[in-house]
């Protein structure tokens, strides 16, 4: 794979549009796309509780940023990716608005509820991004007949990796890999998920929190 072009945080937190897209060298197209984006979840959070409330006026590091930063590890030759519980869109609208800029990628979302799906269909056709959005369980064997097998799957928050790689390990062919954001009890969790799956992984620093982890997972299987 080549290599990803690294990301630049010149400072402490990325605390607006110019902040941003100096860390991710993103057009201005894009950062006005996320201008957009942050408005309506701004509006939306009024009536539905898309994020934590203390973390909506720190959209732009506590979310845009956290999520971005799993761009510069994802495929680079395009492919399928898949967001389970994607909530309002972190990680997966965020990596779908970035990779527009080349296209070559297929975005898919899973989602349970439906009011948040109803958020990402409003932010993609407000910003022109082309994903397609699953209103489903993740765990149901119906859901993973109808997406099949993808060449990325990310998540954010979502369970402790035991259980999601139960959830994504229909997802996953020889060829896909996992990219999961983790807080400070990623080694704890990876212990525990080693112990009825196999699986390679790497274990990377997150640029936004000192005690986050992104697992960069592949090879994803059932211990026999």
């Known amino acids: 794979m080549p290599a990803s072009p690294p990301i630049h945080i010149d400072g402490p937190r990325i605390d607006g549009a110019k902040a941003f897209q100096s860390a991710f060298g993103v057009s201005h197209e894009t950062v006005e796309k996320f201008e957009t984006y942050a408005a309506l979840l701004k509006r939306w959070q009024k009536t539905i509780n898309l994020v934590a409330p203390s973390t909506v006026h720190d959209v732009w590091h506590r979310h845009f940023a956290d999520s971005a930063q799993l761009f510069a ?16 869109g972190f990680p997966g609208l965020v990596l779908a608005i970035m990779a527009s800029e080349r296209g070559g990628t297929r975005h898919t979302f899973i989602e349970s509820d439906t009011r948040k799906c109803a958020f990402l269909r409003e932010v993609a056709r407000a910003t022109g991004t082309a994903v397609e959005i699953v209103t489903a369980r993740i765990e149901l064997p119906e859901t993973a007949a109808k997406v099949g097998q993808v060449q990325c799957v990310t998540a954010r928050a ?44 790497q274990l990377l620093p997150s640029v936004t929190d000192d005690a986050g982890r992104i697992v960069k997972m592949s090879g994803l299987r059932a211990k026999v």
Not at 73 to 80: I, M, V
Not at 81 to 86: F, I
Request: proline content about 5%; charged content about 20%.
């Open 73 to 88: 590890h994802a495929p680079l030759a395009g492919g399928h990716w898949l967001d389970v519980g994607s909530g309002a």
């Open 158 to 201: 979502l369970a402790p990796l035991s259980r999601l790689a139960s959830w994504v390990a229909p997802y996953f062919s020889g060829e896909t890999m996992g990219l999961f954001l983790k807080g400070r009890d990623v080694a704890s969790e990876l212990n525990e998920a080693l112990k009825a799956w196999d699986f390679e992984y």
